[in-house]
């Protein structure tokens, strides 16, 4: 399916360029970067690579366009990763590829897109749209790119955002060579509650609108759920991926006032195994200038809560609390940390993430992470990578 919908997404591409090109100039972009991982521990599940050090190359082309009287764009984004020990990680995938329409206050948007919805740090309990991309990275922000039919109308009363999205994409995991992966190796033998499969096609919408100091979201979503159970193959000791339909609802809401942020995100979910509720809530306060320089200091704390059965689609974020700093130095080089610890009260199980990031020159940027899983255990889903604490360095090269 991932071939179909690159091969799917790249004819939508060429027609909107082809249909599209004019004396207006195209705007081309590209990103190259270079990816060290280095694990702390030998790994821990058999067929794991004992190699700790595990190096990746991944590029992004950027090509867009838009018409002189900005009632048209287009946007052709493809990115590619090849990953030295785990074939699992390579994707070729085209994150955006559209054309889209403007008229009025309308826009009509065909083609292949990236769409994030939500506010909270930690977790992104209500961006239902797109599929995870998981080989990427444990924290789940990256994402695979999605065909749709995308109409919005924007008024003064709100942006309201219809969805229509054929082609649903199946989640990646590690392979069997690979690090950060359950302790058994994932077959590509998928199934689905709907008969039509992979062909289904699912729905969503979205009402934004700023109310004061307020912006609210409110989202719906029916169709294939984005993240599979895990459940027994036919032959034994194998797992296969178990896909089922499910109906969301979703409230994401920020108020800001002065140097605060307050965040809340929360679902309801329903399917025909489970019905539940999740919520992130907490706050973002920013020091300005702290001790008389022009560098900002802001605190954050969320609490995280989820409903869903462990049993059928465990997560880490069920009775957690997240703390954080966020070092921003506001100088030339756009210098900024991010240093947070997820706390389990129930399991102890805990998670210290660091992330820093500086710029070098006009076009090299430079990341560092940090990830360490601490005093993790059983029923605790992270203690599946309690041998894969690692330190990451990232060098990104743009053209």
Known sequence: MQIKYFKCACLVGVLAFSNSLSAEPLELAAQLEYQLRYFNAEPQWPGQDFQRAQSAVAGKLELRWQSEDSSQRVAVVPYGRYDEIDSERNL?????????LRFNDYELLLGGNQV????????????????TDVPADVDGEQKLG???VNFAVQKDWGLVSLYVLPGFRERQFPGEAGRLRFPFVISNEESYESDQGQAHVDYAARYSQFLGDFDVGLSAFNGTNREPQVIAGTNPGTFTLYYEQMSQAGLDLQYTREAWLWKLETLWRDSAQQTFWAAVAGFEYTHYQMFGSQSDIGFLLEYQYDGRDQSITPTPSDNDIFLGTRITLNDMQDTAILAALVYDH???????????ERRFGESIIVEFRLRAFNGTQEPDILNVYSHDDYAQISVQKYF
């Open 146 to 148: 999605q065909t749709m």
């Open 346 to 356: 129930e399991t102890e199980a805990s998670l210290v993430n660091v992330e820093a």
């Open 92 to 100: 070729l995938d085209l994150q955006e590829a559209y054309w889209a």
């Open 116 to 131: 994030f919805w939500g506010v909270t740090e930690s977790v992104h309990l209500v961006d239902i749209v797109n599929q």
